[in-house]
């Protein structure tokens, strides 16, 4: 195969286009969404089955423990709906999902990383993947959108404990942003060509003679709020390499686009909400800036085509979908590892050493480049801060973000968060590789099998959910030590932000002066765009030089 310089460069074009032409129409529909105070019928219903009073707003901590005691009870009933898989309908003739993997499974669903480590068409029927993943696709990609609106309210409000609700909040989110763009989204992959259905379909050759099953299911509709949630999931084990999961070049252009819609549109909407479309602005560039070089990296590092599997192939072909080609692969694999969407149309581990490298960088950066849904509009806002800090600093002043002073005590929750992920990555990887037994679930030798653990726990603990094909981590302990790394890599970063926003909240609002360093503008983005990097840099080089790096200077 290939690569086609020409080809890479028209998508990315088009890519870009479109979601300039969406990112203030959707980031308006946004602000409007969560500025508002009207509910729809559906969201009434919901509350009063919920027993939700919507006209009560709540403190950081109660809308923290709202979360958490959502989530929780999410994961006890999709692990349970799981085991009892064979009584229920639905069940395609399979027994109940093996403990450690419908544990694994119920986690990396509801924390939004879609991590698999079963074979879905042999382990999961129609009523799970409908009425149990497809739902946490809508579910967790809400969870968030809520934070971010949550933290946009502690930067724009004054003199108040009060963030919102998150029960009326993750109602809008669902009803009015999620479900009808799945709905178009849907409809869309069917026209190009996704299966939609409820039945598997016996085909026969009329020239051999040979009889074969082909597999059916709601697929389109799953596959929509897969990659618009940036949850990563795939209906069939060979995700978005699947030709009845993604079947055509155009519509794996479609799923890049939808992966990017929301994450690029937030931005708008943060601008709109803090009065300033200038913040919003800026934010979006670094954004762009940043998807922009990982895509044209992760391209470079795919043409150059080094790489056992590739030079065992005698060129780019193992590991990459023939019917997509190596360009639209490029573009697909780096959208997924800076969004936090994980889905994936080429065998990860089949990249160049160095391409596999950009991957896990990708995330590394905390993937805010557009990032998740929510999660990387916050993580960016997070940086934006020790940035403003940064500034500060420089000019003997006391930090200001949008009138709102960085104390020691935001500082701290700052600091915190940046810390978290990198903190579960490398303990949890350094402690899996001294264990021989586990790491003989990593087949590779030598640098590659390094890096096999390392972008498993990265994957893990950013919520991603992609993964080097040649690990296998269906065992008690990769099961667990993942399940937690998705867990803490989740929640803790959220509990963060939410205090983070708590705080700023309660301030009084400062006017600019003279001295007041802007947020805004493209020094500003330089420095916000120079502070994301070097925070991965300084956490990330050396685990990164002992497996991608070394691997790729090896060849």
Known sequence: MV??????????????????????????????VFSGTESSRPERLFYRLAGVDAGTEQSWTVYLRSVLVFSAVSILMIFLLQRLQGVLPGSND????????????????????????YVPEATVGIFVQMCLLAVQNFLSAAVGIVVVVALIRGIMRTKTDRLGNFWVDLARASFRVLLPLATVGAIALVIGGVVQNFWSTEVTSAAGGVTQVIPGGPVASQEAIKVLGTNG?????????????????????????????????????????????????????????????????????????????????????????????????????????????????????????????????????????????????????????????????????????LGKKIGPRE?????????????????????????????ANAPASGPHQFSEVLYAFTSGANNNGSA????????????????????LGRFLPIA????????????????ASSGTVPSHGWLFGSLLLSVTVIMTALSYFPALALGPLAEGLLK
């Open 411 to 439: 500082m701290k929750l700052a600091a915190l968060y940046i810390l978290v992920t990198p903190t579960l990555v490398l303990a949890m990887a350094g402690v899996t590789v001294l264990l021989p037994d586990v790491v």
């Open 233 to 401: 999931g795939g209906y069939f084990n060979a995700n978005s390499a699947h030709p009845l999961e993604n079947p055509s070049i155009f519509t794996s252009m479609f799923q890049v686009f939808l992966i990017l819609l929301i994450p690029s549109a937030l931005p708008y909407m943060y601008g709109r909400m803090v009065g300033d479309q200038r913040q919003g602005y800026t934010i979006a560039g670094v954004m762009a800036a940043l998807w922009l070089t990982s895509t044209a990296l992760m391209g470079w590092a795919v043409a150059s085509g080094q790489g056992t599997a590739t030079a065992a192939a005698s060129g780019l072909g193992e590991g990459f979908e023939q019917r997509l080609g190596p360009a639209a692969s490029s573009i697909f694999a780096a959208s997924t590892t800076l969004t936090s969407t994980g889905a994936v149309n080429v065998a990860h581990d089949s990249l160049s050493p160095l391409a596999g490298g950009i991957a896990m960088l990708n995330m590394m950066l905390g993937e805010v480049a557009p990032g998740g849904t929510g999660s990387g509009l916050y993580g960016m806002l997070v940086l934006a801060i020790i940035a403003v800090f940064i500034a500060g600093l420089m000019v003997g002043r006391t930090p200001e973000f």
């Open 3 to 32: 690569f086609s310089t020409a080809s890479f460069i028209t998508q990315i074009v088009v890519l870009l286009l479109v979601l300039l032409l969406l990112h203030k129409p959707l980031g308006l529909y946004l602000e409007r």
């Open 94 to 117: 399979l027994p109940g999902v093996d403990p450690w993997i419908a544990m694994n499974t119920a986690v990396s669903f509801v924390t939004n990383t879609n991590w698999q480590t």
């Open 468 to 487: 080097f094909g040649g690990i296998t981590s269906s065992g008690p302990y990769l099961s667990v030590m993942l399940g937690i790394a998705m867990l």
């Open 496 to 511: 963060l932000v939410l205090a983070l926003a708590g705080s700023l909240a309660r301030q009084r609002k400062i006017p």
